[in-house]
Nanobody
Framework: QVHLVESGGGLVQAGGSLRLSCAVS????????MGWYRQAPGKQREMVAR???????FYADSVKGRFTISRDNTKNTMYLQMNSLKPEDTAVYYC???????????WGQGTQVTVSS
């Protein structure tokens, strides 16, 4: 069974930082593509950042230069370092994995990030 568990969300003032983690089990993490998505109230879920099994990264324009996605294959964990946070970054952040063996997609339960102005 596949499990993705996010942690690290919380309340922070504008300009502050948070680090999200996503611990993964049930898939071969090292060959799986990973990503962070977010969904704000009343809006569709959107891609924030993705990282391939080989470490290539891709960011939404809205977070470029402020967020950094990374992965530690020895810990089966993905991270999102979020700096210079803005109120518009407020959302539930979800971890996503695409199994490298069969391209099935899995989601975590989400973690709330709230940025106050």
């Amino acid at each position: 069974q596949v499990h993705l568990v996010e942690s690290g969300g919380g309340l922070v003032q504008a300009g502050g930082s948070l680090r999200l983690s996503c611990a993964v089990s049930g898939i071969i993490f090292s060959i799986s593509g990973m990503g962070w998505y977010r969904q704000a109230p009343g809006k569709q879920r959107e891609m924030v950042a993705r990282i391939s099994s080989g470490g290539s990264t891709f960011y939404a324009d809205s977070v470029k230069g402020r967020f950094t996605i990374s992965r530690d294959n020895t810990k089966n964990t993905m991270y999102l370092q979020m700096n210079s946070l803005k109120p518009e970054d407020t959302a539930v952040y979800y971890c996503n994995s695409v199994d490298g063996r069969n391209t099935r997609s899995y989601w975590g339960q989400g973690t709330q990030v709230t940025v106050s102005s």
